[in-house]
């Protein structure tokens, strides 16, 4: 018996993984609604899970949404999960970290010596985060494949390709496509990948 382990994206929720139980057919499809919003306490809640998964079952496929693959690859689950489907995914905290500093007129002075930062744009800028992110360098030796959309505004193209190369992973890229992956077209893309791997 095999499972499908999904993890959302920021806004999203677990229930998401219903849309990819017919996609995968054959596994027992779980969304975890993980607690917790960083990458020390998210990643090992999404950990946790995994080693559960594992216990259970013969081959666990993870499906990971923008910073839900980032949370994952932050809980070591490596030795968990067989292979990997990543979605819009952020491969690359410090760099988004730094730009959307860049987009508040935030200096690294300032951020250090504030603690937080909130943005007008709505998302939160932590000190403590940054400087976990850049002791902690992503590592994952899952074999992976990525979905991206040429329209991505938190990832550059370049940010994704070098990841992909970096971790041989197959990288697939929807002309027009954006970071959230939510229109007709856009699912059907999506589904498609899927069902042609």
């Keep these: 018996m095999n499972a499908m382990l999904y993890i ?3 806004g999203g ?6 849309h990819y139980e017919e996609l995968f057919p054959s596994c027992d499809v ?3 609604d993980y607690k917790t919003f960083t990458p020390w ?3 090992q809640e999404i950990r946790w899970a995994a080693e559960k998964l594992a216990e259970k079952y013969n081959d666990v496929t993870l499906v990971a949404n923008s910073i839900g693959a980032f949370f994952s690859m932050s809980g070591n ?3 968990f999960i067989k292979k990997a489907y990543f979605i819009s995914p952020i491969v690359d905290m410090e760099k988004l970290i730094e ?3 860049v987009w508040a007129n935030v200096t690294e002075q300032e951020l250090e010596c504030q603690k937080v930062v909130f943005t007008d744009f709505g998302e939160k800028l932590s000190w403590e985060y940054l400087t976990y992110v850049r002791a902690h360098p992503i590592s994952w030796n ?3 494949k990525i979905l991206y959309g040429s329209g991505d505004k938190l990832t550059s193209f370049a940010t994704i390709d070098a990841f992909a190369e970096k971790h041989q992973a197959e990288l697939t890229v929807m002309k027009n496509g954006e970071h959230w992956f939510h229109t007709d ?3 059907r893309f999506l589904d498609n990948w899927i069902r042609s791997h």
């Design 30 to 32: 779980i969304g975890l």
């Design 142 to 144: 899952v074999p992976t």
């Design 77 to 79: 689950i490596d030795c």
């Design 185 to 187: 077209e856009q699912m």
């Design 41 to 43: 306490e998210t990643g």
């Design 99 to 101: 730009d959307m500093m």
């Design 8 to 10: 959302h994206g920021n």
């Design 13 to 18: 929720n677990a229930s998401e993984s219903q």
